[in-house]
């Protein structure tokens, strides 16, 4: 392959990784392998753009070099950004950590809440155009950390949709719910609050100049398994644990790449589309906001 560009974009080309999201998706995958405070800290677009055109002065930050030097393993910092005929030698594959965090089917794991980067999670919900979100009560997501990005998102365009716990169903009222699976003090006040926190979101969303079904809300009569949040190409999945609060049980991330839903992948979005199906509409233009 012989190209008058960046080696870099050469490369992202010979890879399928030239779309934006795609990118930014791999840079994150590697950056967990080196860094994990530099997750979600990709170029802008605008930025991303002059790395592809030739257009930068210079070179990146030392840090986005490294990232870029371990997501193409031969190649140093100069010789991507370097701009002239180029061909290319056959692809180098990364190994070890670094390849098994390329697979689709290898989520990055956090032992707990704690350990996740928030920031990198509201960068993406800011920028998402699709996000669904599935969990007993939804408190600490919807309303503590990030209702503002998802906020931003909305007045952006972004759908979103929201099954939590029936406030109102049986099951509240079972002491192996609130007091041993998911451990909280007022799981039905939360539970309202999040349902009030979508309707706010739904009235964003009509002052913004969007269709109002571009947030929903439901509520699911059934036992809660674990919390699902997912944003466009990257899902994300605590489980509940006996007598462990969300906040302490594991979190997986999965990245999804663009080529395509791997099973266990696929696997996980049937089971959403489902959750949807089967749960019960909520009315949130009845919700005062």
Not at 258 to 276: C, D, H, M, N, Q
């Amino acid at each position: 392959m012989t190209a008058k560009l960046p080696r870099l974009k050469a490369l992202l080309v010979d890879r399928h990784w030239q779309t934006y999201r795609t990118f930014c998706q791999e840079y994150d995958r590697v950056a967990r392998c080196i860094d994990s405070s530099l997750v979600g800290m990709w170029p802008s677009r605008a930025q991303f753009h002059r790395w592809l055109s030739g257009e930068l002065k210079g070179l990146p930050y030392p840090d986005a070099c490294r990232i870029l030097e371990a997501m193409f393993p031969g190649w140093r910092a100069e010789e991507l950004f370097a701009v002239g005929p180029i061909d290319l030698p056959a692809r180098h594959e990364p190994t070890g950590q670094a390849f098994a965090a390329r697979s689709p089917d290898a989520p990055t794991i956090h032992p707990d809440l704690a350990e996740e980067d928030n920031r990198a999670v509201a960068r993406r919900i800011r920028s998402a155009d699709e996000i669904f979100f599935a969990a007993h009560t939804g408190y600490a997501a919807m309303v503590s950390q990030y209702q503002s990005a998802v906020r931003c998102a909305i007045a952006n365009g972004a759908r979103l949709r929201v099954v939590v716990s029936d406030p109102d169903g049986p099951l509240m009222a079972e002491p192996e719910l609130t007091t041993r699976l998911c451990p909280s003090i007022r799981q039905a006040g939360e539970i309202e609050d999040v349902l009030f926190t979508c309707g706010r979101h739904r009235a964003t969303a009509v002052d913004a100049g969007y269709p109002e079904e571009n947030v929903q809300a439901r509520v699911y009569m059934g036992p809660p398994s674990m919390n699902i949040l997912l944003v466009d190409g990257w899902l994300r999945l605590i489980p509940y644990l006996p007598l462990v609060d969300a906040a302490d049980s594991p979190v997986y991330e999965f990245a999804l790449d663009s080529g395509g839903r791997t099973p266990l992948i696929a696997k996980y979005f049937i089971a959403v589309e489902r959750l949807w199906a089967g749960s019960r509409t909520v009315d949130l233009a009845a919700i005062a906001v």
